[in-house]
């Protein structure tokens, strides 16, 4: 009997690993039980960090941009036949935004309007045990609007499966602790552990949604409501591609160009006492050499997926900010930090692309108000 392509989506907080687990995921299928395929989603119109970086992977890739996928349902099922038609017989995708919602508007939309065309797999909530400390009783202050609260919790509690990401961080006591922490408010929920930078726990992960299926039932989880709101206002997101070109052409250390446009982001935010869930970078050069970085709030070190082997006398870096701040803050701030960059390394700076808006935003669509006169 021909077999129905499997389909999941994960769900999780900003930063918490979804793009880096979708990969993980996909690797240890292709490696052990066929063709897998990864459709990476974010908001905006183009320039996406994430759609760039797996796309450096050897697994079958392709985006949606623009919108959720729970807002283009036509745009999402014509996806998922073009990957299909690509021989993958498992497809991961994500959500961007609060992350949560994609239970009614993914799962149960595919079930009432393709019934039987897609097998849809757990659907799995990837968590960050840094993040999680903030709805432990420990109430950890993060530097971020108590507001989230809401979304972390509606992000599990909407979960068929609840993955605790980034063990590699933690000692045995630390993984217990938070394993405990999820078992016991969310009882109904399985838990899993792994890291999805060393692959530990991976492979069991993988074995588990292989095998399972999604129940594809409502959970009344708050979505809409005023505390989910409220965290919605407080989001902004930011894409720009800028191409920085050494003036009198010579080589330059892009590494060092970019590490110092995300120090000045950062300085930015603390003076304004905002912060960055979720800030990115991504940038190519030649024969495969690429950089890709992430500062998970202003707290913490900036982490590198990859840095450019070689210098170059230009490149195009595109830079993402998911941010907790107010989207024109935010767009003053990158400014900011690339006209330091420009001074500091000789740099002209020509954007090729830009785009900024809070989550809630009024005119965020191409749409106008009516004139009064
Ligand atoms: N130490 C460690 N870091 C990880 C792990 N998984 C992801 N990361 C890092 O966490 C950061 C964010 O990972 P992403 O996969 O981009 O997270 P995301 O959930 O897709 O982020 P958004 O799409 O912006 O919401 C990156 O710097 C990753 O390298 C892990 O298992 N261990
Ligand atoms: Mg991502």
Request: proline share 3%; hydrophobic share 40%.
């Amino acid at each position: 009997m021909k077999q129905n392509t499997k389909y999941m989506v994960t769900s999780g907080f900003l930063g918490a690993g979804k793009t880096t687990s979708m990969i993980a995921f996909a690797q240890s299928v292709n490696r052990r039980y066929g063709k897998a395929a990864i459709l990476a989603n974010d908001l905006g119109a183009s320039n996406i960090v994430d759609a760039d970086y797996t796309a450096t992977t050897d697994v079958l890739t392709t985006s949606i941009t623009g919108n959720c996928i729970c807002y283009q349902h036509e745009n999402l099922v014509d996806k998922l036949h073009q990957l299909k038609a690509e021989g993958a017989m498992v497809i991961f995708s994500d959500i961007p935004g609060c992350g949560i919602g994609a239970l009614d508007n993914v799962y149960l939309e595919l079930e009432k309007r393709e019934p039987g065309e897609f097998d849809l797999m757990p659907f799995t909530c990837i968590v960050d045990p840094e993040h999680l400390r903030m709805i432990m009783p420990e109430k950890a202050n993060l530097h971020l609007p108590s507001e989230m609260c809401f979304l972390l919790d509606a992000q599990m509690a909407e979960a068929d499966l609840i993955v605790l990401n980034k063990t590699d961080l933690l000692d045995q006591n630390e993984r217990d602790r938070r394993m405990a922490f999820i078992h016991t408010a969310y009882p109904d929920v399985p838990v899993m552990a792994m890291s999805a930078r060393t692959g530990e726990g991976v492979d069991e992960v993988v074995d588990y949604l292989m095998t399972h299926k999604a129940p594809a039932r409502h959970k009344e989880i708050g979505y809409g409501s005023e505390a989910f709101i409220a965290a919605e206002n407080l989001l902004s997101w930011y894409n720009r591609r800028v191409f920085l070109e050494e003036k009198e052409d010579k080589n330059v250390d892009f590494n060092k160009v970019i590490g110092d446009i995300f120090e000045g982001i950062r300085e930015g935010l603390k003076q304004h006492e905002d912060n960055v869930p979720h800030l990115k970078a991504f940038a190519s050069g030649t024969d495969g050499d690429f950089f890709k970085a992430s500062l998970l709030g202003i707290d913490y070190e900036t982490e590198y997926a990859r840095k450019l082997a070689h210098s170059y006398s230009a490149l195009s870096v595109v830079i993402n900010a998911r941010a907790a701040a107010d989207s024109q803050v935010m767009a003053d701030i990158v400014e900011k930090a690339l006209d330091q960059v420009e001074e500091k390394y000789n740099l002209k700076a020509r954007t090729f692309f830009i785009e900024t808006f809070g989550m809630t935003e009024e005119g965020k669509g191409n749409g106008g108000r009516a004139s009064r006169y």
